[in-house]
């Protein structure tokens, strides 16, 4: 079964809107880490946002926010006022404790472009 | 600070060859990844280090597929006979520790292989 679902392969936005790339998740643990990736063309991956599941508060880092719905097992990020060069692939990914080492499983990614 | 160095960037090699990439994690980091990723998915996997020890090799594909991280620093993956389906952008990465709730994980810029 996918651990992490991000239903969108690709999403347009023009310059200045916000958007919300989707993220589902599956986990039987109380306790793990959401985590929001993004990876441009030169393909290094940036990390954006870490959401821990007894986090009370939504994440936010700048114009990134994490919508995190525990009961629904959703963590949906935000990017508000797009800007061109926010034009990347962006994963979604989640580690467990009870995997043997503390590696990220990620999604299959968004693709996000963002026109003039 | 340094980040994460990786070399080759690129490598194009016929199958049934051998091939080996390598990973200069940043410094201090104790441990550290090699993700495998396949066009159009995201990373996954393949071995994480501990210091110098093995801590989830369980993705590694053994047969063809090894890693050392001899002195607990830099890595080398190696790929022995490459087929067509390893194909794909390796992703080293390292962090601080083990510690769940640590979310730096720092990403190189990747090696990408075809092999034809």
């Known amino acids: 079964a996918q651990k992490i679902t991000q239903t969108q392969p690709g999403m347009f936005v023009q310059e200045k809107e916000a958007v919300t790339l989707d993220c589902t998740y599956d986990?039987?643990?109380?306790?793990?880490?959401l985590f929001w990736y993004k990876q441009p063309s030169s393909g290094e991956m940036i990390f954006l946002i870490y959401?821990?599941?007894?986090?009370?508060q939504n994440a936010t880092e700048g114009r990134y926010s994490l919508n995190f719905q525990k009961a629904r097992k959703s963590a949906n990020l935000v990017i508000s006022a797009s800007q061109l060069g926010d034009s990347a692939m962006y994963f979604c990914?989640?580690?467990?404790?009870?995997?043997?080492?503390?590696?990220?499983?990620f999604g299959k990614g968004t693709t996000l472009s963002v026109s003039s | 600070e340094a980040g994460v160095a990786q070399s080759p960037r690129y490598k194009i090699i016929e199958k049934r060859q051998s091939v080996a990439f390598w990973c200069n994690p940043i410094s201090g980091h104790a441990t550290l990844y090699w993700y495998q990723q396949i066009l159009g998915q995201g990373p996954k996997l393949l071995i994480q280090f501990q210091n110098n020890g093995v801590v989830d090799d369980s993705q590694l594909p053994k047969d063809r597929f090894s890693a050392e991280r001899l002195k607990g620093v830099d890595s080398t993956l190696k790929i022995q006979p490459a087929k067509l389906e390893d194909s794909a952008v390796y992703l080293c990465?390292?962090?601080?520790?083990?510690?769940?709730?640590?979310?730096?994980?720092?990403f190189g810029p990747g090696t990408r292989l075809t092999v034809t």
């Open positions: 990465a390292s962090s601080l520790n083990l510690q769940l709730n640590s979310y730096e994980q720092y």
């Open positions: 990914a989640m580690r467990e404790p009870n995997q043997a080492g503390t590696a990220l499983i």
């Open positions: 986990t039987s643990d109380q306790s793990y880490g």
């Open positions: 959401q821990g599941s007894y986090d009370e």
